[in-house]
Each structure stands twice: as C-alpha cells, then as structure tokens.
C-alpha cells in the first residue's frame, strides 16, 4: 500500500512540475504570458472569461504596458479592462509585475 501511495505521489509531483516547466516556456511570448495570467487560477482575483482589444501601450524588450479589456468571471459579467506592468527575467520569460485596473465605459452606436 505504501509503494502505491508513494507512487501516486511521485507521478503527481511530476505531472505538476512538468506542467509549470512548460507554461514557464510559453510565458516567452507576451501574449500567451498575459493571457495565461487572466484567464486560468482559481484564486486570481483579475480573472476574466474573454480577452477582447489587447493593445500595447509601451515596450523596450525588457519591460512592458499592456492594455486589454474582458468578460469578467465574476457575477454580474461586466466589462473590465486592466493595464499590466511586465517584465522580462534573466531566462527572457514575461512575469506580470503590476496589474492596474482601468474604468472602461461602453460605448453606444449613435442612431
């Protein structure tokens, strides 16, 4: 039973590790950084349901602002936008340093 147990262990711990190397190298990509960051966690306060109008607003390479807005997970489903403050680590992957929110108004088509 102990050999079971451990092994169950052991290929969770794998599995979990394996998991955070690959999501680590995909974090390369700014894009995929931001929308990893604000579409997945279950505690992630800024989670949103559908990235909508990402811009960026500035970039050198080592760090950037990224503006989007979303679907908001949490009930009612508003309309919210963030800026980001990323920046690059010395292994060139992106990491969310700041997350501000922005007041988005909605916009009405003129009759």
């Excluded at 700014?30 to 279950?42: E, K, L, P, R």
């Excluded at 979303?70 to 992106?94: C, D």
Aim: proline residues 2%; aromatic residues 14%; glycine residues 4%.
């Amino acid at each position: 039973m102990k050999k079971l147990v451990s092994a169950i262990i052991l290929i969770t711990v794998t599995i979990i590790i394996s998991k955070n190397i690959y999501t680590s190298n995909k974090c390369t990509d700014i894009d995929y950084a931001v929308t990893h960051y604000f579409t997945t966690g279950i505690f992630n306060k800024y989670k949103v349901y559908d990235m909508q109008d990402m811009t960026t607003s500035f970039s050198n390479g080592a760090v950037a602002f990224i503006k989007f807005e979303g679907i908001s997970s949490r009930s009612p489903h508003r309309k919210v936008g963030y800026t980001v403050f990323l920046e690059k680590n010395n292994r060139g992957v992106w990491k969310v340093k700041k997350v501000y929110p922005a007041q988005v108004t909605l916009q009405q088509d003129a009759f």
